[in-house]
């Protein structure tokens, strides 16, 4: 199966896989610039779109996610039930609105979340034509140096927690949180190493992505295992044995 992955910004990509596009994360105006949200038109114009939030952070939401895939011929959006309690003022009613460590099926697909160490939900999902993803949100191994050794030890522990739920469920493609500003780089090599998805995505750089280039190698996967990107637009095509 050939899939298309678009960088966007932060934690936004485009994966898209058949005849729909799989959008994450779109951040709020504040961290759109003008040529992200074009990119993210162009990329989805014409297209059905499935939109994932993870959690109501502002460079992870945006409130006129509506307006902003206006391009898009069709479009659904999964959605953090955190996101309703902070936005009640807004229209979910035709979202599905998912809570932690629960199961669901929508658009014909199987969705599974997993409860963030940060806010709001990671997600596993399986696409109709049988294309498994992950996509970690702000679930990471958050262990700053400042941390208390219980903290850190209870970060740990949450997150070994979640790669084992990751690797079990056998994913093709794998977005998390790659994190420069940590010695473990919030627990990316970890993942990719455990779970060996065929694609990892390294995500929340928060559009500072000099360093990307050549991160697999920090990650200990091979180059053709990783989505290295620069720019807003950045595309890459995989294949992917399903």
């Keep these: 199966m050939q899939v298309r992955l678009t960088h966007i910004f932060h934690n936004c990509f485009v994966l898209e896989a058949g005849q729909c596009c799989y959008v994450f994360d779109i ?6 610039g003008k040529k992200v949200q074009t990119v993210l038109q162009e990329t989805i114009a014409g297209r059905d779109v499935i939109a994932f939030f993870s959690h109501s952070h502002l460079d992870h939401f945006a409130p006129d996610f509506r307006e902003v895939c206006c391009s898009a011929s069709s479009l659904k959006a999964i959605i953090s039930d955190d996101i309703e309690e902070m936005y009640p003022g807004l229209d979910f009613g035709d979202a599905l609105v998912v809570e932690p460590d629960e199961m ?13 160490n940060d806010l709001g939900v990671a997600f596993l999902f399986r696409t109709p034509q049988g294309l498994k993803v992950y996509n970690g949100g702000d679930l990471a ?6 941390s208390s050794q219980n903290g ?17 469920y056998s994913v093709h493609v794998a977005f998390s949180n790659v994190d420069r500003r940590l010695k473990s780089l919030a627990g990316g090599p970890q993942l990719a190493q455990t779970v060996q998805a065929q694609v990892f995505v390294p995500t929340h750089a928060l559009g500072r992505t000099q360093w990307i280039g050549g991160i697999h190698e920090r990650l200990g996967i091979s180059r053709h295992n990783c989505f290295e990107y620069r720019h807003a637009g950045d595309a890459q095509v995989f294949e992917i044995d399903i």
Excluded at 27 to 32: G, V
């Design 27 to 32: 951040p709020a105006e504040r961290f759109r």
């Design 152 to 168: 850190l030890d209870f970060t740990r522990a949450f997150f070994n927690t979640a790669v084992d739920k990751v690797c079990a």
């Design 104 to 116: 669901y099926q929508f658009a014909g697909m199987e969705i599974e979340t997993l409860m963030s």
């Design 141 to 146: 191994c958050w262990d700053w140096e400042t």
